[in-house]
C-alpha cells in the first residue's frame, strides 16, 4: 500500500507535498542496504518474468520509499503497461509524478484510482496534483472528503494544513499544530509544522510549541527557508515532493 510509506507530496502518505531542494528531504530514514536487496530481488523475480507486475509495484514502492522519483515513475508507468487498470500503479504513478511536477499527468492517473475506488488514499493523491495546478479550494475539498471517511487521519490534515496555507488560511497553523503534537506524529507532520508555520509568518510559535519535535535545528533552517519562499511563490518553492 503506497500509503505504508507515509510520505509523498504529497505518506504514501503522501501528503504532504513539501519539500525542500536537497535531495535527502522527505526521505524515510530506512537503510539503503536492505532496499537494494529488496530491489535486487525484485529485478531477478522480473528476468524470470517482464510481465511481473507485482515486482514492478515493489520496485515502484521502494523508489518511493526513498524519493528516487523519477525511477519511481518508470516502475509504475510499466505496471500500468502490464496492467493498465491497475489501481496500486494509477496511485503510485500520480505521487511520482506530482513529485516531478508533472501535475497533469499526476491529476489523470489520480482521478483514474478515485474513480475506482473513493478512499481516502486516492483523495490525497488527488489533492496533491490540484494544488500542484494551483487548484487549492478543489485540493481542499478532496481532503474534506478524505476526512469524512476518517476525521483524524495524520496524512489527510497533514496536506490539509499544507493546502490552507497555499490559500493563505489562518486555520493552516492551528490545523499542522494539531497534527505535529498528535501522539502518533512522525518526523513528516514535525517538518510540515515548520513548513507551514514559516508559511503563515508563524515562526516565532513553531519555535514555542515545537519543543522536542524530532528535527535538528539545520532541519529546522532548511525548512523553514522553504517556507518562506512558498508565502510568495506558492508551490513553485518547493522542489521534491515528500512521500506519502
Request: proline residues 2%; contains cysteine; charged residues 20%.
Amino acid at each position: 500500500m503506497l500509503r505504508s510509506a507515509k510520505t509523498l507530496f504529497f505518506g504514501a502518505a503522501l501528503v504532504v507535498v513539501g519539500a525542500c531542494e536537497d535531495g535527502n528531504f522527505g526521505r524515510s530514514p530506512s537503510p539503503t542496504t536492505t532496499s537494494d536487496q529488496r530491489v535486487a530481488t525484485f529485478r531477478a523475480d522480473l528476468s524470470r518474468n517482464p510481465s511481473d507486475i507485482n515486482a514492478l509495484l515493489g520496485i515502484g514502492e521502494e523508489y518511493s520509499r526513498l524519493a528516487f522519483w523519477s525511477k519511481a515513475s518508470g516502475a509504475y508507468n510499466e505496471a500500468l503497461i502490464v496492467d493498465g487498470g491497475n489501481r496500486q500503479a494509477k496511485l503510485g504513478y500520480s505521487v511520482a509524478q506530482s513529485a516531478l511536477g508533472q501535475f497533469a499527468s499526476a491529476l489523470q492517473h489520480a482521478n483514474g484510482a478515485l474513480q475506482q475506488k473513493a478512499d481516502v488514499e486516492a483523495y490525497i493523491v488527488t489533492a496533491v496534483a490540484l494544488n500542484g495546478q494551483g487548484r487549492h479550494a478543489e485540493a481542499k475539498a478532496m481532503l474534506d472528503g478524505a476526512l469524512d471517511i476518517n476525521a483524524r487521519d495524520l496524512d489527510v490534515r497533514n496536506n490539509l494544513a499544507l493546502t490552507l496555507a497555499l490559500m493563505r488560511d489562518p486555520r493552516a497553523y492551528t490545523v499542522q499544530r494539531s497534527v505535529a503534537l498528535a501522539p502518533d506524529s512522525d518526523f513528516r507532520h514535525h517538518r510540515n509544522f515548520y513548513l507551514v508555520a514559516a508559511m503563515m509568518g508563524q515562526e516565532g510559535g513553531a519555535i514555542r510549541d515545537g519543543q522536542g519535535l524530532s528535527l535538528s535545528d539545520s532541519e529546522i533552517k532548511a525548512v523553514t527557508a522553504v517556507g518562506r519562499k512558498a508565502r510568495t511563490q506558492g508551490m513553485a518553492a518547493f522542489g521534491l515532493a515528500t512521500k506519502f
